[in-house]
């Protein structure tokens, strides 16, 4: 039994620490700042590049882009870790970072809602292991978008019309 569970145990540890290292090394977010008084819904950062104000929903040289709402980003302050349990066992952990497209300003509003968001993002990812959505091909596009549509149905039943949308900006399954 001891024999078991001493390597789940020294996974546990060693992911424990490495998430605490990522977060204690992490840089400091660049503060986002108006262009000019004249174009307040063009945002720049300190370390933007020409393609940044695209990706970001902004307009871009070319004219495409959202003229009509700007949004900012929000990171979830940590990631999350998932279980993957097969007969009893843990098999996996998946862990995952997630991102939430707000309207600028809204970005106290997600920080005050938090706790909940993460109990309610928590659940669905529990959910979605325990249907065997990180088996096999886990990235695939379906698998994915599934994914990213619960985690969306969620945020708007605690943030409303505050959510533009959810990303998974990073995830990694290590099996056990």
Same mark, same amino acid.
């Given at each position: 039994? !001891?024999?078991? +569970?001493? &390597?789940?145990? %020294?996974? +546990?540890?060693?992911?424990?620490?490495?998430?605490?290292?990522?977060?204690?090394?992490?840089? @400091?977010?660049?503060? =986002? =700042?108006?262009?000019?008084?004249?174009?307040?819904?063009?945002?720049?950062?300190?370390?933007?590049?020409?393609?940044?104000?695209? #990706?970001?929903?902004?307009?871009?040289?070319?004219?495409?882009?959202?003229?009509?709402?700007?949004?900012? %980003?929000?990171?979830?302050?940590?990631?999350? =870790?998932?279980?993957?349990?097969? @007969?009893?066992?843990? #098999?996996?952990?998946?862990?995952?970072?997630?991102?939430?497209?707000?309207? /600028?300003?809204?970005?106290?509003?997600?920080? $005050?809602?938090? &706790?909940? !968001?993460?109990?309610?993002?928590? $659940?669905? +990812?529990?959910?979605?292991?325990?249907?065997?959505? %990180?088996?096999?091909? %886990?990235?695939?596009?379906?698998?994915?978008?599934?994914?990213?549509? #619960?985690?969306?149905? =969620?945020?708007?039943?605690?943030?409303? #019309?505050? /959510?533009?949308?959810? !990303?998974?900006?990073?995830?990694?399954? $290590?099996?056990?």
């Amino acid at each position: 039994m !001891l024999g078991k +569970l001493l &390597p789940l145990v %020294f996974a +546990l540890v060693g992911l424990g620490g490495g998430v605490g290292a990522g977060l204690a090394l992490r840089p @400091e977010p660049a503060p =986002v =700042v108006a262009a000019d008084a004249s174009s307040a819904d063009e945002c720049v950062t300190a370390d933007a590049t020409p393609g940044d104000a695209a #990706a970001a929903g902004h307009a871009s040289e070319d004219g495409s882009g959202d003229h009509d709402t700007a949004t900012e %980003f929000v990171k979830m302050n940590n990631q999350f =870790v998932v279980p993957v349990v097969k @007969e009893d066992n843990i #098999a996996a952990l998946v862990v995952m970072s997630i991102s939430l497209e707000v309207p /600028v300003g809204s970005t106290e509003k997600v920080y $005050q809602r938090e &706790p909940k !968001l993460r109990d309610a993002f928590l $659940q669905v +990812l529990f959910d979605h292991a325990n249907s065997g959505g %990180f088996d096999g091909a %886990f990235t695939a596009g379906p698998n994915m978008q599934a994914l990213r549509t #619960a985690l969306g149905e =969620v945020a708007h039943g605690e943030l409303g #019309a505050n /959510v533009s949308d959810v !990303l998974i900006t990073d995830i990694a399954r $290590q099996d056990i």
